[in-house]
């Protein structure tokens, strides 16, 4: 590599103070250092330093996706053959999938790359590496059957209003690959909702996502219902595995948990956000199940098991790589676990109270981004109130 | 005896550690003092070049506590006196010419242990050795008119590759009791001494303190033994320093040599050795090889200064670390899989595992960034409050919001190894000390 080296060497006074091209400096040092690792030394402060910097953080969020990629790309493939009814072997259903996302994919980099470099040159700040990670979620929170100018709409949305007015990474306040999917949901619901999106294939193929099976129905068992349907195998086996329609990367709880233990060991997620917003999940579940057999409610949604909400729909993912994004979340250790637990129960409430959202988790991630500061500055009383404690001694 | 225990921080393992028996190295042929080192300090010189100085000689005083006078580390003569922008005194450098020490008055230990506050105190002033004493908040050189509420002394050094004290106590185990029952003479309160091991001593409250860096920091000892309070006021003496001040009042003059390590990553011979306060770094480390680029700290790895061997040791300082500055640049480096010779991390990003020691260098391994709030403050900070919450209130600069979240506590020593575990490479303790400087001058 050391002809690129040299390259970089040899073009670096161009874009360095006095340079020709000294305005694009934030895109010459971006390409440098994500090529080459700097080679600044300490300057103030302790003298010797962790290896750890916030592009490994970041390029460790991507490789945990890396699993939900393949997955989402093999089942799109396989949904596609199931609704052509055709019998595909797993190498044709990966490249399948693969054409179907890999421009969703490009448009997205694209497109979230172009607002970050922009900013980057106005702003005179550096390119951060934040934007990697959200362009790498936004794919994974669309259906396969999304049109690309809406990829780019959103992204650029998520990019500029959901990241970069507040001043870049660090300081933004909604998650931005949350806020991307929201502005889609919002705008554009017939593309992001319903029945006909989920399944790429040439003529629209309708095919209803498992949550929406139960929502649509009153006065029954969801577990039944689910089991009832013959056009997918809705067993909590198959939705563990991730054999379902459904967004490109949420479908399979089993690469997800794959990705989201791979985040709490590198300690880069927080492990009680994920747990949090389980014990949260399974708490308000058992209390909605408890209400569909007491109070007679004919609301279906009411009756499913908190096993089958963690299979079903974005949860599972929204909990692994959106909730536990650092700097959106709560920031103090009691605080996670606060916004965990709340991001679970209300992930069941949106779903269950309001089966026209089906899609509970996002609203419940993006509500409790909002209030995660709130609940810091809780947390942050309590140590202050134990400090005049200690201090009356 | 009570025992602290302190379950968050980290030692650092670097390689290059000193042994623990001392080698003999030259004498300086110079030392010097850095007066505006000195946190708040307004010197006002008593000597000029070529004026002869013996041992405890007073070189300069404070403006702002006139009594609080700097004794000389050397006997000789005054070699240069070197001013910065706007006349600061940037180093008074003796030239050493024997080792004539001013007499004083010597105490037995009977009669230290029933001399009253006003003799022990003056003792000390007239010897010019009162800015061996700092105080927190702020640590600065205390100031003699005020009465503390405790005194506190860490026996303990956590830092990376730092003096091993219980030694440096066992050798000079009287002269060490004689320091601790004079400081205990100044105070109504307490003269709290930390150790790793159970210590038998007089006049003072011994605890054992555990656990991983920062547990010798006094910072960290006196949030767990009784915490600092806004407007309180607490002295600490630094082990060696005690030592100096028994030795002082058991011999009646002034000793000035210190146990130094030098080792690190870059050293080729790492070694401790006796020196005298105020030594040239260029003869500290005669005995290493310095053909390969290093960088020479003053003062450990985390907190000291960066000198080149025609400066000095730092008045506090009882340590010099050698560091490569060598740093290369890997291709595609933040993909790198890592292993525990490549990398050293806190978190669980590389692969890497097991206790080796590391060949630390002065790369920053990383770019300045946002904060990005994984933990890695908090999980090396051993003290009840919110780091993150307290750097962000002194970012706003609002004084109130700092005071409650604890900053009287605190001190830039103790955040050191935020900055060295924070992924965004923001140099934390840097925004501490501009906290203190805002509360001191407000507060």
Redesign the interface.
Known sequence: MKWLRNLLDKVAPTFEKGGKLEKFYPIFEATDTILFSTDERTHSGPHIRDSIDVKRVMILVVVSLIPCYIFGAMNVGYQMALALGQTTTWQENLLNGAVTILPIIAVTFASGGFWELLFAVVRKHPVNEGFLVTCALIPLVMPPTIPLWQVAVATSFGIVIGKEIFGGVGMNIFNPALVARAFLFFTYPVRISGDKVWISGPDGHSGATALAIPAAEINQDAVTLLHSVSQFDFSWINMFMGWIPGSIGETSTLWILVGALFLAVTGIASWRVMVGALLGLIGMAALTNFMAEWTGSTNTMLTLPAHYHLVMGGFAFGVAFMATEPVTGAHTDKGRWVYGIFIGALTVIIRSINPAYPEGTMLAILLMNAFAPLIDYYVIRGNIKRRLVRYAQ | MNNISIKRGHD?R?TGVPPKEISSIPGSESVAIIPKSFRGVKPKLLVKEGDQVQIGSPLFFDKTKPNVNWASPANGSIKTIEFGPRRVINKIEITVEGSDAIPGQSFTSEQLSSADRVTVLNRIVDANLFPLIRQRPFNKVANPEEIPRDIFISAVNTAPLSVDLESVIDSDKEAFQAGVTALSRLIKGNVFVTSKNAMDLQNAVVQTISGPHPAGNVGIQIHHTK?L??HDLVWTVDTQHVIILGKLFLTGVYQPTVVVTVGGSGATNPQTVSANVGANIGVLVSNQDLSNPV?L?SGD????K?VETDQFLGFYDTSV?I?S?E?????????AV?SSDT????????MGFGQKLFK????????E????????W?NVLPM???P??LFRAILAQDIDEME???LWECDDEDF??C???????I????VIRDGLDLLEVEG
């Open positions: 650092i670097i915490p309070k806004p960088r700290v790895v985390l907190t000291g960066k670390a560091l500055d740093v290369d640049r890997p291709f595609i480096g933040m993909l890592g990398k050293y991390s806190l978190t669980n990003t590389f630390f260098n002065t790369a920053q391994n990383g770019e960034r946002a904060m990005v709030p994984i933990n890695a908090e009840d409050l919110y993150n919450a409650q979240l604890g050191a190894l900055s060295f575990a924070c992924p965004s490479k140099d934390v303790g840097e």
